[in-house]
């Protein structure tokens, strides 16, 4: 029986999308032919392309908007450095909300001078910062919207004249939000949208050809939307695939459709991680809580090996918590059935009447 699966990414896709995706490597489309062998120039795979692009700014309500979509390579921690080598000319403003954010500064220092605006790392990332100014005369400001490894969510973004970057790497697609705030979103595909490999980027095309510095081709924005992403070889399965998530998904009714059922996922782990007394979670605030990763701990470190067997022997797979963070990790992306969740507060409950 297939596991509940409940890995921080790559992770869970739709099952039917594993399926699609399994028949196209065999046979695409009845061409005869695998998907894997064909020429990314092909009629068929130009058309899973421009499907692809198409949907993700519809799905993101940016159609017609001035925005471009391009799959890159490289993943997200390629976009850390490529945002700031197009963008940043003289100073970038980021905020700094978990480990993925201190490595997109890191990037940043490279190309010009960063100002941390904001951050939570004087306690572990374990909330949201609020209430800070965003100072004037930025080439952008960075966020980075659901911190995967802490379980932390921004529900606010913040308002600058410059634009605003966001890596939306574990929640995009996953709630409503107005993505016309944004001048640029990035995400790597495997958190909630298809296969590793491809990298999803969002761009308005009005905040390109702002710096002064040569961009190599690869790694300069105007060359990909010049292209189509179509410069070089793109990711082509993960591509397909992703293709194949967003049609699961535009079935499903949409970004507001699985938000709702994300918010009941979400609601399900939260109530049983507050009400059991064996469990606490990670983050203090509730507002700043994931609805993607919850994140939480025993109270009573002696039960683990017991808690392991007992979610293990359910079927659950993927609970362990990042290492800079310790305890457990339950990652609801869209595909996850609010089914599994439900295993996972049975066996939450199941401690609780053993213990
Ligand atoms: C996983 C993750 C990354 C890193 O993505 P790669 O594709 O492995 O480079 C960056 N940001 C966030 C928020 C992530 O969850």
Redesign the pocket.
């Known amino acids: 029986m297939k596991k509940h699966n409940f890995s921080a990414?790559p992770c869970i896709l739709p099952a039917e999308v594993f399926q699609k995706a399994a028949d196209a490597v065999l046979n695409f489309q009845g061409i005869d032919l695998s998907i894997l062998e064909i020429s990314h120039r092909s009629a068929e795979f130009v058309a899973v392309m421009e499907e692809a692009q198409h949907l993700a700014l519809s799905l993101l309500g940016l159609s017609d908007k001035g925005y471009k979509a391009l799959f890159l390579q490289g993943?997200?921690?390629t976009q850390f450095l490529m945002a700031a080598y197009n963008l940043l000319e003289n100073k970038a403003g980021y905020i700094n909300t978990g480990t993925?954010s201190t490595k997109a500064i890191k990037e940043a220092k490279l190309f010009g001078e960063v100002v941390e605006i904001a951050s939570s790392k004087d306690q572990n990332f374990n909330y949201i910062p609020k209430d800070f100014s965003v100072p004037s005369g930025l080439d952008y400001v960075h966020c980075?919207s659901?911190n995967?490894i802490f379980g932390t969510q921004l529900k606010e973004f913040p308002t600058s004249e410059a634009p605003l970057v966001c890596?939306m790497?574990?929640d995009i697609f996953s709630r409503a939000l107005d993505f016309s705030k944004f001048g640029l979103i990035y995400a790597?595909a495997?958190?909630n949208m298809g296969p590793a490999g491809a990298?999803l980027v969002i761009i308005k095309e009005s905040i390109l050809g702002k710096v002064s510095r040569s961009i190599p081709s690869m790694l300069d924005y105007s060359v990909h939307t010049g292209k189509e992403s179509m410069f070089n070889t793109p990711p082509v399965f993960s591509v397909y695939v992703s293709l194949l998530t967003l049609q699961w998904l535009q079935n499903k009714g949409g970004i507001s459709a699985i938000e709702k059922a994300n918010t009941e996922k979400a609601e399900l782990i939260y109530s049983e991680i507050d009400r059991n007394p064996l469990f606490t979670g990670f983050v203090a605030n509730k507002e700043d809580r994931s609805n993607m990763n919850a994140t939480f701990t025993l109270t009573d470190a002696s039960l683990q090996s017991t808690f392991d067997g007992l979610w293990k022997e359910a079927g659950i797979n993927g609970l362990n918590g990042h290492r800079s963070v310790g305890g457990y990790r339950a990652s609801m992306y869209n595909a996850l059935p609010k089914e599994s969740v439900q295993v996972l507060v049975e066996a939450m409950q199941q401690l609780e009447k053993q213990a």
């Open positions: 990414g993943g997200a921690s993925w980075t659901n995967t890596d790497s574990s790597g495997q958190k990298t």
